[in-house]
């Protein structure tokens, strides 16, 4: 079963991306229950420093050329929901 972890602060420089990447790692390495963990790290935050830190400053660059941010996907699910509701409905016709 999947657990949501949320590291959030209003102050700035007080190491929220550094605990971030330290307990993904840690939790990425640890086996629970006889399953080998998997973790999804999702970078809310707009100066996308765990995308540079995960990914490389050289791939989060080129993703952001190309749109594929996180405001990019939410907007993208947001069109293919309303384009997939109207297709299941058309279907049922
Ligand atoms: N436990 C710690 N002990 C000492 N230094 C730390 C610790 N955690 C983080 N730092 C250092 O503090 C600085 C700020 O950390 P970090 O970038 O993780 O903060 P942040 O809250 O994500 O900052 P921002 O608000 O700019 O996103 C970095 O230089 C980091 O190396
Ligand atoms: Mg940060």
Avoid at 62 to 76: D, F, N, Q, V
Wanted: glycine share 8%; proline share 0%; net charge positive.
């Amino acid at each position: 079963m999947a657990k949501f972890v949320g590291i959030y602060n209003n102050k700035g420089g007080v190491g929220k991306t550094t605990v971030t990447l330290f307990l993904a790692d840690f939790l990425s390495s640890i086996t629970i229950r006889g399953k080998k963990s998997r973790v999804l790290v999702i970078d809310f935050d707009s100066q996308s420093s765990c995308a540079n830190a995960i990914l490389g400053l050289e791939r989060v660059t080129e993703l952001k050329r190309e749109g594929k941010t996180l405001s990019g996907m939410l907007k993208s699910m947001i069109n293919n929901k309303r384009y997939n509701l109207y297709k299941r409905r058309e279907k049922r016709e």
